[in-house]
């Protein structure tokens, strides 16, 4: 058996845990870019960190489409190495790097035609759209490179080669750690960019992790090269990615759809729950990085097993990790439970603001474990080739549960009201999909 097959043998847990503590690195490193931009932006003003507010649903939402892409590699590719099939499996990855660059010069385009009209349907008032469109230019010009990372992460994730995917997240990780004062505030005789400088600097990052990623892959024993396209049967090759990525695209775009819709509510009580909310959303994708570590790494371990016909293995490892999502959810929430307004003083000095970052914090959290559930199980689902099955429950989640009870509360329940719709959307979307992944891995 291939090397490269090495998570279809070994202790379950122990891949788990070597799959997923690098990709907690990685994934820390790239909720830290967040956290940095509302950090630099922060001291520009309060216009400003309620333009970012509008503009991070959006930007995340998008990465998720690059995500999409990545899932789609990551599956078709893992379940080729499981069945032994190395030559498919270089097919399939260097034709998927190239239809990843493909769309994100699409998505780039678009982003830049759009952004106006787009945001204005959010609700962004008109004093901030120049603001907004000020850093949705060189983020739209930056869309190619992230798509072709992601591609590249791909190829690195079906082969289990964690370290590696993070060593690249740490790598554009430190570079906007480096730029962002740079060129948001100025400094070393490069101009103050405002705005605009967290939106290079995210750009010029992902530069940095497509060159080192690219070199990693090269190293693996799926290495680039194109001329393998040649000999894949193209259509069916980028069918095969397509079918995973477009449903797991729009999956992981489902729920900042649902945060850019929850904005707009929001926008009526005012922006200061605009801004508690948004600075509140930067804290908790930074917490719950464990939890999108796991689902990044069940994929490679439940893909490779399930190729490789040994199903009791993918079923112990999606088990084992909703176990834990369950464990650390519950105590991640008791811990930002009693610590809301702390946390919230290191965004931003306005009593309004804490008050309602706190407020989110304490309802929302109770259901990051629902979150973690349903997360790992559309990653296992996603790895089987059954990403429309994760389609529909992050569907379900959004628009059935949170939008609904967010819309029909407001009136009542003001800001909270919007938090209570997302906390019920986890805890239920979160059982829901833990049921329904656990019945399909259960299936031949």
Not at 51 to 74: E, K, R
Not at 261 to 277: D, I, K, M
Request: hydrophobic fraction near 55%.
């Amino acid at each position: 058996m291939s090397e490269a097959a090495r998570l279809t043998r070994g202790s379950i847990r122990g891949h788990l845990v070597t799959q997923t503590l690098p990709m907690v690195v990685a994934s820390a490193a790239l909720m830290s870019v967040g956290l940095v931009d509302a950090y630099f932006v922060g001291q520009l003003g309060s216009d400003e960190l309620a333009a970012m507010s509008f503009i991070f649903p959006v930007t995340i939402a998008l990465a998720s489409l690059g995500v999409g892409v990545m899932v789609g590699v990551n599956s078709v590719v893992s379940r080729a190495i499981g069945a032994g099939d190395m030559e498919r499996a270089a097919r399939q990855a260097n034709v998927g790097i190239v239809f990843a660059l493909a769309l994100g010069t699409l998505m780039g385009l678009a982003l830049w035609l759009l952004a106006g009209p787009l945001f204005r349907l959010l609700q962004a008032p008109p004093d901030l759209l120049p603001l907004i469109e000020r850093y949705m230019g060189p983020f739209a010009l930056g869309m190619p490179v992230l798509l072709l990372q992601m591609g590249l992460n791909g190829v690195l994730r079906a082969q289990g080669e964690a370290k590696r995917t993070s060593a690249v997240a740490v790598t554009y990780a430190a570079a906007n750690w480096v730029l962002d004062p740079l060129l948001i505030t100025g400094g070393l005789g490069l101009p103050a960019l405002g705005i605009a400088g967290a939106a290079w600097a995210t750009t010029i990052g992902y530069l940095c992790a497509v060159l080192l990623a690219a070199w990693l892959v090269h190293g693996t024993h799926l290495p680039l090269d194109p001329t393998l396209i040649r000999r894949a049967r193209l259509g069916n090759a980028v069918r095969d990615i397509a079918g995973v990525a477009a449903p797991a695209s729009f999956s992981n775009a489902i729920n900042p759809i649902g945060l850019s819709v929850l904005t707009a509510l929001l926008a009526s009580q005012g922006q200061e729950a605009v801004a508690g909310f948004g600075a509140a959303g930067r804290l908790q994708s930074f917490a719950i990085v464990p939890l999108l570590a796991l689902s990044a790494s069940i994929g490679a371990i439940v893909g490779q097993n399930w190729g490789a016909g040994q199903f009791e293995r993918a079923r112990r490892a999606f088990l084992q990790a909703g176990a834990f999502c369950v464990v650390y959810g519950l105590t991640l929430a008791a811990v930002l439970f009693a610590a809301g307004n702390w946390f919230a003083g290191f965004f931003t000095d306005d009593p309004r603001v804490i008050a309602e970052f706190a407020r989110y914090i304490r309802i929302a959290a109770w259901g990051y474990a629902g979150f973690g559930l349903l997360i790992v199980a559309n990653g296992a689902l996603n790895a089987v080739g059954k990403a429309n099955w994760s389609l529909g429950q992050s569907f379900a989640r959004v628009f059935l549960i949170m939008l609904p009870a967010a819309w029909v509360l407001r009136p009542l329940w003001g800001s909270a009201a919007i938090y209570t719709g997302e906390l019920a959307a986890n805890l239920i979307g979160g059982a829901l999909a833990a049921f329904i992944a656990w019945r399909m891995l259960s299936r031949r």
